[in-house]
């Protein structure tokens, strides 16, 4: 099982970025998958989920209405869209895949099994 985040970057305030998480060694229609962050002298935080069997969202207050998740269980990805990027968005993003067979959203780190690398999201002027 292998969960591969990319897409990371330098970005100045306002800008977007796409976030990718490919995975393989798994189905990915029977898993949901979440995306995390922590930045430097920070406390992880869930940012984002999207759940297996019905594709519900979930957004952590400080994204809402500026990152948006999707997958494409036919391309193995999971993707994190993040406009009006702030300096406070920036952090090493982490996919992760929750654990089997919870179908709802969560952002509970107990509650997911494997979890990518990592990518750098910075964001500044």
């Known amino acids: 099982v292998q969960l591969q985040a990319s897409g990371g970057g330098l970005v100045q305030p306002g800008g977007s970025l796409r976030l990718s998480c490919v995975v393989s060694?798994?189905?990915?229609?029977?898993?949901?998958i979440g995306w995390f962050r922590q930045a430097p002298g920070k406390e992880r935080e869930g940012v984002s989920c999207?759940?297996?069997?019905?594709?519900?969202?979930y957004y952590a207050d400080s994204v809402k209405g500026r990152f948006t998740i999707s997958r494409d269980n036919a391309k193995n990805a999971v993707y994190l869209q993040m406009y009006s990027l702030i300096p406070e968005d920036t952090a090493v993003y982490y996919c992760?895949?929750?654990?089997?067979?919870?179908?709802?959203?969560?952002?509970?780190?107990?509650?997911?099994?494997?979890w990518g690398q990592g990518t750098q999201v910075t964001v500044s002027s």
């Open positions: 999207i759940s297996r069997s019905d594709h519900s969202t």
């Open positions: 060694g798994f189905t990915l229609d029977d898993y949901g």
């Open positions: 992760a895949r929750v654990r089997w067979p919870v179908g709802r959203v969560t952002t509970n780190p107990s509650l997911y099994d494997y």
